[in-house]
């Protein structure tokens, strides 16, 4: 049986039944918004290369897509500068929190763009000649990897932006070493823009699945990205999309991922599938508990461990 036809079979309402009486876990607090989430809502999808789209739960339920953004972000800076974002932002994992207030220390740069620091870095790398022309531009490119018109929660950014102290704070930092041209305000404004992006899960299992089969949209048929691109942003999502976390996650898990305050995670497994989940109460990495139980046991149970 093929791995596509698995795919096309694999019961995902089985799958939440499964996962739904997890009830570990506390939602962000960081936005009113993240704290008044519904802690209930779980919802999971696949994306798979012919385009198909299989979801069960709150599969269409809105939310900010939050750090989920940060693949996506680095993606198109890496398009915008022809790749000359790699000289901008590192590619290591930290072993700390996202939101550390920490560059590297002999350049000046994020250590990777999963993190907040290198997401704000790589929102002011896109094209744009001031911030609304990258805030637009940065809108425009996530709906081309979705296949669809996003649009941005304006209540959601405002926090994201009054709220930030930390972004800022990073912000500032990074304008002190040199390695962020923009005022810190207009950085950290872009990239509460970008995290307010609305998305739900169908959606965000489309935006991965067009990275895993190499910066090609499956419903769309339209490149978004080289394949370059997308294999190093889907390799930077191994190492580093799940934050401290990212060991373990790719040990038990084996798919390459980015979590999120919101609940969400988007899965990338080249070549294979594209996959989400969300479920606001997160861990203390910050990663959805009932994500991260649903991620090993779809990777299990479909054989999507990249080592396995």
Not at 110 to 127: F, S
Not at 179 to 186: E, G, I, K, P
């Amino acid at each position: 049986m093929s791995a596509t036809r698995t795919l096309q079979d694999y019961d995902l309402d089985a799958l939440r039944e499964r996962v739904l009486p997890e009830s570990a876990g506390t939602r962000a607090d960081s936005i009113p918004q993240l704290a008044e989430a519904d802690p209930d809502l779980f919802g999971i999808a696949l994306a798979l290369p012919d385009g198909t789209v299989r979801s069960s739960g709150d599969a269409r339920a809105p939310f900010s897509i939050q750090s989920a953004v940060k693949p996506f972000l680095f993606a198109l800076a890496l398009a915008d500068t022809d790749g000359g974002a790699l000289d901008r932002v590192g590619i290591e994992p930290t072993g700390e929190a996202f939101d550390a207030i920490k560059l590297e220390s002999d350049t000046g740069r994020p250590p990777n763009p999963m993190v907040n620091a290198g997401a704000i870095l790589t929102c002011a790398l896109v094209d744009g000649d001031d911030p609304e022309a990258r805030a637009e531009r940065i809108r425009d490119g996530l709906s081309r990897f979705a296949g669809r018109t996003l649009t941005v929660d304006d209540d959601v950014a405002h926090s994201e932006h009054l709220l930030g102290d930390r972004n800022h704070a990073l912000a500032h930092l990074m304008r002190a070493e040199g390695t962020l041209d923009d005022s810190a305000d207009d950085a950290v404004a872009v990239y509460a823009r970008a995290c307010a992006v609305t998305v739900d899960v169908e959606t965000m299992a489309v935006m991965g699945a067009t990275l895993a089969f190499g910066g090609v949209n499956p419903i769309t048929g339209e490149r978004v990205v080289s394949p370059e691109i997308a294999r190093d942003v889907v390799a930077v999502m191994a190492t580093c999309g799940v934050y401290d976390g990212s060991g373990r996650w790719m040990r038990a898990v084996g798919v390459p991922a980015k979590s999120s305050v919101s609940g969400a995670i988007v899965l990338s497994a080249p070549g294979t599938v594209g996959a989400a989940v969300v479920s606001p109460p997160l861990d203390e990495q910050g990663t959805s508990v009932r994500g991260r139980i649903t991620a090993e046991t779809l990777s299990a149970d479909l054989g999507l461990h990249v080592f396995g």
